[in-house]
């Protein structure tokens, strides 16, 4: 349990004056937490833990009125990353919105080398807090197209290429705290038929297939309680 404590503050709930930042004209709010969502995340933030990274900055609340910074930093594994860093504001549509930041990330990838070909599956996850921004002509469908040897109208079908990128954006709350939740896929792969000792071409395999690294679940976000 954390000590009670009393403070003025800058009369808008922190120790110091929100930072405006700029928010890119085709942002999309989502799940923006209230202020006072942004002022718990704040001044309540006591650890977060994403698989292999955790970030515990080991203070009170009470010590952020001495030392705004205390609960600000990171952790990170090969894989997770967690971070604080100081809440802000962004005005949308004549609105103004807060954002907390708190920010939690995965990625990770597969990668199959055969013979005959190469397969390559990468996923990321990135937890953040208030708006995204949706990358143009980003994804596409799984699309698996012949690879050819020779020139037309002589070409050789050899084997299978195929690809496929996908992006998605979800709400999701984690111990009271409002986050905006992206998955990206990307797959990259082909496959080649195998020439045997007599020179001949053997069967075309079929398209490759993406084998993801799973989605590592909700990390744990811990607040301080009084």
């Known amino acids: 349990m954390a000590q009670s404590f009393t403070a003025l503050g800058k009369g808008n709930g922190f120790p110091f004056c929100l930072t405006e930042v700029d928010v890119p004209d085709d942002a999309i709010l989502s799940n923006a937490p209230t202020l006072e969502q942004t002022m718990n995340a704040y001044w309540n933030f006591k650890s977060a833990t994403f698989g292999g990274a955790t ?13 705004e910074t205390l609960n600000i ?37 597969k990668v199959t080398n055969y013979d005959n070909g190469l397969q390559g599956s990468y996923t990321l996850v990135n937890y953040f807090s208030s708006y995204y921004v949706v990358t143009p002509d980003f994804s596409e469908p799984l699309t698996c197209i012949d690879a050819t040897f020779g020139e037309p109208p002589n070409a050789e079908v050899i084997g299978k290429e195929a690809s496929e990128k996908t992006q998605n954006f979800s709400n999701v709350t984690i111990s009271g705290i409002p986050f905006i939740k992206r998955v990206v896929h990307e797959f990259a792969g082909d496959v080649y038929a195998v020439r045997g000792s007599d020179g001949k071409l053997g069967p075309v395999p079929g398209c490759p297939s993406p084998d993801y690294p799973a989605d590592p679940g909700l990390p744990t976000l811990n607040l301080h309680t009084y």
Do not use: Q, W
């Open 73 to 109: 930093g990171s952790a990170s594994s090969y894989e997770f990353s967690v971070s604080n860093t100081f809440p802000s504001i962004f005005f949308l549509g004549g609105n103004k919105y807060y954002r907390h930041g708190i920010t939690m990330s995965f990625g990770d990838s």
């Open 55 to 67: 970030f515990e900055p080991g203070n009170e609340p009470k010590d952020l009125i001495c030392d």
